[in-house]
């Protein structure tokens, strides 16, 4: 093979293998169902960046435990020792759920993840 072969060669593979890695790396991230119980000592900020940083207070257990207002937990199990309890969104979404937050009979779902940086990042609202 030629020099100009395998470089037409390398350009198609990479022409192929890009969008299989950019579609992997974008998969990359599973979310799981967070319900937060509104009102009590969680806390909604501005980030500056039109998002949102919520504190809450981690849940004894399970959802079908029961969450006091402020809390959130997993739907099958409690958060962990060093998972953040933080929510950070920086989407539209957060209006979504933001003034259910303030009401203590309010439950909402967010799907987050742990982003690695302290914050359990919302990828989309409801179960």
């Given at each position: 093979?030629?020099?100009?072969?395998?470089?037409?060669?390398?350009?198609?593979?990479?022409?192929?293998?890009?969008?299989?890695?950019?579609?992997?790396?974008?998969?990359?991230?599973?979310?799981?169902?967070?319900?937060?119980?509104?009102?009590?000592?969680?806390?909604?900020?501005?980030?500056?960046?039109?998002?949102?940083?919520?504190?809450?207070q981690?849940?004894?257990?399970?959802?079908?435990?029961?969450?006091?207002?402020?809390?959130?937990?997993?739907?099958?199990r409690?958060?962990?020792?060093?998972?953040?309890?933080?929510?950070?969104?920086?989407?539209?979404?957060?209006?979504?759920y933001?003034?259910?937050?303030?009401?203590?009979?309010?439950?909402?779902?967010?799907?987050?993840?742990?982003?690695?940086?302290?914050?359990?990042?919302?990828?989309?609202?409801?179960?």
């Amino acid at each position: 093979m030629t020099v100009f072969s395998n470089l037409s060669l390398l350009a198609a593979l990479a022409v192929i293998v890009t969008p299989i890695l950019t579609i992997d790396t974008a998969n990359a991230q599973q979310s799981y169902p967070l319900t937060c119980r509104g009102g009590g000592t969680l806390s909604i900020q501005n980030d500056g960046s039109n998002g949102v940083r919520i504190n809450f207070q981690p849940g004894a257990g399970a959802v079908p435990q029961g969450l006091s207002p402020g809390q959130c937990t997993w739907s099958d199990r409690a958060l962990r020792s060093g998972e953040p309890t933080t929510i950070c969104d920086s989407s539209a979404s957060a209006a979504q759920y933001v003034g259910l937050l303030v009401q203590t009979d309010q439950y909402p779902i967010l799907q987050v993840y742990n982003n690695g940086r302290g914050c359990m990042q919302v990828t989309r609202v409801g179960p």
